[in-house]
């Protein structure tokens, strides 16, 4: 099925690790963003990269870093992982940026979980 | 700032009740308004959307209508079904110099009983 794939759906990190989350879309989406879901807080944008070779931060993108490495896959990485990291992290694509009007496709998340 | 109010969860129905969940936003400009739905153990799944003043979203039999005047972005459904479990989103999408914002609020659960 078409859609947004995302690796691993489950983590568990010690603090000071580092990790790469996965995300690959095919539906040729231009536009891929990366969230972090946590109760009370709703969904907060980490990063978003609106075309292939760009990437721009969200709303809180401190400790996280993100490679588009080709228009298919939108990768991101905790360098040292914290406790206050534990999140649901979840990777949506679009099909253009900028327009208003296109939904975003959801991946099923990564529960990450740092002790 | 461009916010999306959702009415507080949990909520509790019967099966075959009539469901409204209410959701108003403030924006600069004219966001498009979304509904998402996340079932247990998935992710968001846009389940309708309305781009402009007056449209009407539906999908599965859920309907809400874009109403400019009151702010607001309403979800309904006439009947109610024990899968329609899940935890539901109000969103906007706001354009901002060539580049957007998606805000969503922050979800209501729905748990409906047999």
Known sequence: NAGVTQTPKFQVLKTGQSMTLQCAQDMNHNSMYWYRQDPGMGLRLIYYSASEGTTDKGEVPNGYNVSRLNKREFSLRLESAAPSQTSVYFCASSLRHGTGADGYTFGSGTRLTVV | ?114
């Not at chain 2, 539906?58 to 459904?77: C, I, P, V, W």
């Open chain 2, 1 to 114: 700032g461009d916010s999306v109010t959702q009415m507080e969860g949990p909520v509790t129905l019967s099966e075959e009740a009539f469901l409204t969940i209410n959701c108003t936003y403030t924006a600069t400009g004219y966001p498009s308004l979304f509904w998402y739905v996340q079932y247990p153990g998935e992710g968001l799944q846009l389940l309708l959307k309305a781009t402009k003043a007056d449209d009407k979203g539906s999908n599965k039999g859920f309907e809400a209508t874009y109403r400019k005047e009151t702010t607001s972005f309403h979800l309904e459904k006439g009947s109610v079904q024990v899968s329609d479990s899940a935890v539901y989103f109000c969103a906007l999408i706001i354009k901002i110099q060539g580049a957007q914002k998606l805000v969503f609020g922050q979800g209501t659960r729905l748990t409906i009983n047999p």
